[in-house]
């Protein structure tokens, strides 16, 4: 014969095994815990019950819905709930008001009066806490042991259905995410570069790796007519498919300006204008786009809010491109994109990047950042191809395996060394002039480049190729004095130089925009003076045939420095 | 292209700076940074060690002869080593070939110093 309190236990255990079995069928987390709760007050005979989840990274408890109240945020082990969450034993409290554990907080500012409480843990079968349910009011009397056991069935009932809801919706997102992913990842590949260009006398290569979660990299190499390619590398903000078809469009777009336009500058700009129109949700884009010209290795930059290029030098010296820093593009409409202009020498390596490689981060979160970059690229002369396999293989040395969240992209391009350096004098004798221009800020940075660029050009020549010391020591001199005194060290200005050769003269030219020099006050230092300062100007009369400032120009100055070139020795 | 620089103080009193690369408007102030904090009280004497410096301006110059008058101030000697023909050229055509004192490798710098 049952008695009344085994009947009551039965038909709890009948409701339980119902509850567990709807319990499992319901995979939405949110309608799954109102379920729970909603079985629990029945079950338990309550006026009402409450659900609390753990928050193991906040060390918190939450509750998104408990009966008749809103979201709740509690830390683990303070109040009732806390102290069940953090020792997983039970708590019966037959008199709330005569309990010190008990808090009236809450029923203050509600109104509702607690009597009697039962909390128990949320256990899962491998026995962790994953929460606690909490019943409140006792329709009759006080919750008894066997309320307990039953509760705490019923909690571990929760618990198995509540985690089976959150693997599944995690389940399901992470398969919708995957096939996004793999979508974009499709758009990305299919509009890079199948193959590199096969140039003789140029070497290309590019590393690409797509970020765990496909960034906006993209790169490309333009075939133009007359002996040109454009290489194009960039980033658009944002991930995702919507980047990559931002992306795929910008891509066919840039191809097509590319072959249309001849300067690189409106080649950027009108992509420019094409993307502030495009752009949504804030949306834009960096890029970096090089014009060059494959027979003399004269290359235009335009470079729109994207990492400036790394030139490698053959001496080792690795000098960034940095020219007029433009805007990244789709973000104000009608910009100008300044170029920049560099000769590329036989031997020198140009890498391109996108900020996924200085940004590429280990497992203490330390970046990868440029000096690593710039001591790989100093360190030894390599191919185009090696070049980027190694700076690919250090990045990865250095991310240890720790997932990147970004893409990775690098160009190489290497202007082969001449087999045998062309004769000069042929040329010249013909009467020919051999001219170089570079145009550079103030910046001291830039004085190296300078050197390097005459440098490579007096070597070519078999006269003055005896003199390329001194020559140099002069050029760099007056470079030096324009940034000290026309422009007071500003390093943002603009200077213009041209070295040319002629059959007789060395003629160097350098165009400033400064304060002007006073005429009398540029004389070299006498011999004997041994202060610092007047050297330099002592140094390119004593090297140079001829020096002259021209002050007529409206603004600065036009510094000329003649060389007698001549191989019988008749000059200094 | 860069300048490198180290600082090591092989004896009691004595500093050497050994420079790597090029010195111009752009670098000298790191080779003044680098030889400034050792010109001072009780010091001796200060080595910079030119054999891998390819190039030098009149602004490298004007910094070794800045340390000079620092080192001539504390009674410290400086010493420059194996210049390149470069830099000894340099010198030359500066007429400061005489003033510095200059000596055919590190160790003959360091002698009679510590």
């Known amino acids: 014969m049952p008695t009344a309190a085994t009947d009551k236990k039965v038909k709890q255990f009948e409701a339980l095994l119902k509850i567990g079995q709807r319990l499992s069928s319901e995979m939405q987390l949110d309608r799954l815990l109102e379920m729970i709760l909603d079985e629990t007050t029945h079950v338990m005979e309550a006026d009402r019950s409450s659900l609390f989840l753990v928050d193991r990274e906040k060390k918190e408890l939450w509750s998104k819905i408990a009966q008749g109240t809103t979201e709740i945020r509690l830390p683990i082990g303070k109040g009732i709930s806390g102290a069940v969450a953090k020792t997983g034993e039970i708590i019966n409290i037959p008199d709330a008001y005569a309990d010190r554990r008990f808090n009236p907080e809450t029923d203050k500012r509600t109104g509702y009066h607690t009597q009697t409480i039962l909390c128990v843990p949320m256990k899962n079968p491998e026995g962790s806490i994953i929460g606690v349910i909490q019943v409140l009011n006792k329709k009759r009397g006080v919750f008894d042991p066997s309320d307990e056991e039953v509760l705490l069935a019923l909690a571990g009932q929760a618990a198995v259905a509540v985690e089976n809801a959150r693997y599944h919706s995690a389940a399901l997102a992470q398969e919708r995410m995957k096939k996004d992913l793999e979508f974009a990842r499709t758009i990305q590949e299919g509009f890079l570069p199948q193959a590199l260009p096969a140039v003789s006398g140029w070497e290309f290569a590019a590393q690409y790796k797509a970020a765990l979660d496909v960034g906006g990299d993209f790169y490309d190499f333009i075939p133009l007519s007359e002996g040109q390619m454009g290489v194009l590398i960039g980033d658009v903000s944002g991930k995702g498919v919507s980047a990559a078809l931002f992306m795929a469009r910008l891509m066919s777009d840039f191809r097509f300006y590319a072959t249309s336009l001849s300067s690189p500058g409106e080649v950027v700009g009108r992509m420019n204008q094409i993307l502030v129109e495009r752009s949504r949700r804030g949306m834009f884009v960096t890029l970096c786009y090089l014009l060059i010209d494959l027979s003399e290795g004269k290359i235009t930059v335009v470079n729109a809010g994207h990492l400036a290029p790394l030139v490698r030098q053959t001496s080792g010296g690795v000098v960034p491109l940095e020219g007029a820093a433009n805007t990244p593009l789709g973000i104000l409409a009608q910009q100008t994109f300044a170029e920049h202009h560099y000769h590329l020498q036989p031997g020198e390596i140009i890498t391109l990047m996108t900020d996924g490689i200085l940004e590429s981060m280990n497992k203490k979160g330390t970046l990868f950042g440029p000096k690593r970059i710039n001591r790989i690229l100093a360190d030894a002369a390599r191919g185009a191809e090696q070049t980027g396999k190694s700076i690919f293989q250090a990045v990865n040395r250095f991310a240890q395996g720790t997932p990147q969240h970004d893409d990775l992209t690098l160009i190489c391009l290497r202007r082969k060394q001449a087999t045998k350096a062309p004769k000069a004098r042929a040329s010249k004798s013909q009467g020919k002039e051999e001219k170089v221009s570079l145009h550079v800020k103030s910046d001291p940075r830039y004085l190296a480049l300078v050197r390097r660029n005459l440098e490579f050009m007096l070597a070519q020549d078999e006269i003055l190729d005896q003199d390329i010391q001194r020559i140099v020591l002069a050029v760099d001199e007056a470079a030096a004095n324009v940034i000290r005194y026309a422009y007071q060290g500003d390093p943002c200005q603009n200077m213009d130089f041209t070295f040319s050769i002629t059959p007789d003269w060395l003629t160097i030219e350098i165009r400033d925009y400064g304060a002007k020099p006073d005429l009398e006050k540029i004389k070299p230092r006498a011999l004997e003076e041994i202060r610092p300062g007047g050297l330099g100007t002592r140094f390119m009369k004593e090297v140079m045939d001829q020096v002259n400032y021209d002050i007529s120009p409206p603004k600065g100055t036009l510094l000329t420095m003649k060389k007698r070139r001549s191989a019988s020795g008749g000059g200094k | ?114």
């Open chain 2, 1 to 114: 292209m860069a300048l490198n620089l180290k600082v090591e103080e092989p004896g009691k009193g004595v500093v050497l700076v050994s420079a790597a690369g090029e010195v111009d408007l752009n670098t000298s102030p790191q080779l003044r940074q680098a030889m400034a904090p050792h010109l001072k009280k009780k010091m001796r004497g200060l080595v910079v060690d030119l054999s891998q410096v390819s190039y030098m301006d009149s602004s490298g110059i004007a910094t070794l002869i800045e340390a000079m008058q620092g080192c001539q101030k504390f009674g410290m000697s400086l010493r420059l080593s194996a210049p390149s023909t470069a830099v000894s050229e340099v010198f030359k055509m500066a007429h400061l070939d005489k003033i510095f004192e200059i000596r055919a490798s590190r160790e003959e710098a360091m002698k009679d110093l510590g």
